[in-house]
């Protein structure tokens, strides 16, 4: 079972995406290559998360591209709509992902025996909050371990 993390009452979502990515690549031992992350969530909120990673920190390189791109196999983040597993069958990604939809994933179980670490973000919107409610519910029912981190508007 993997472990499932709940960010929830997050503020704004994308900044805090953004946040929490460079947060896993940081955390990558010393001496590794970089932690591998798939973040999944609808087109629109993935082409506004792109720009954001982008323009984050004039710091940090958040090195990112979305999962059809040529790139995405030599790249540790990585975009995608929807789970494809003939897509991700030739990316080595497998340590961390993110959902920031609303729907439960209907692959759960594949995703959790391939990423140790799955990461819902939930929002401060009503209806997001009421989709995370049933999604922990549904992890809960499968056995996943749970954690929640309640983030209070950050």
Not at 15 to 40: F, M, Q, T, W
Not at 46 to 59: G, I, P, R, T, V
Not at 67 to 83: M, N, R
Not at 118 to 136: H, N, P, Q
């Amino acid at each position: 079972m993997a472990r499932v993390d709940f960010h929830s009452q997050v503020g704004d979502k994308l900044a805090y995406c953004c946040r929490l990515v460079r947060k896993i690549l940081a955390s990558s031992p010393e001496g590794d290559s970089l932690r591998r992350v798939v973040i999944l969530g609808d087109d629109a909120l993935l082409n506004k998360l792109d720009q954001m990673l982008w323009n984050f920190s004039a710091e940090d390189f958040l090195p990112h591209c979305f999962a059809y791109s040529e790139q995405a196999p030599i790249t540790p983040i990585v975009l995608a709509s929807q789970w494809d597993d003939e897509l991700f069958a030739t990316l080595p990604h497998a340590d961390v992902l993110i959902h920031l939809g609303q729907e439960f994933m209907p692959n759960v179980e594949n995703l959790a025996e391939r990423f140790p670490r799955l990461i819902e973000v939930v929002s401060l919107e009503e209806k997001d909050l009421l989709a995370g409610r049933e999604r922990y519910k549904q992890y809960r029912t499968m056995g996943h371990e749970l954690h929640n981190h309640d983030q209070k508007g950050a």
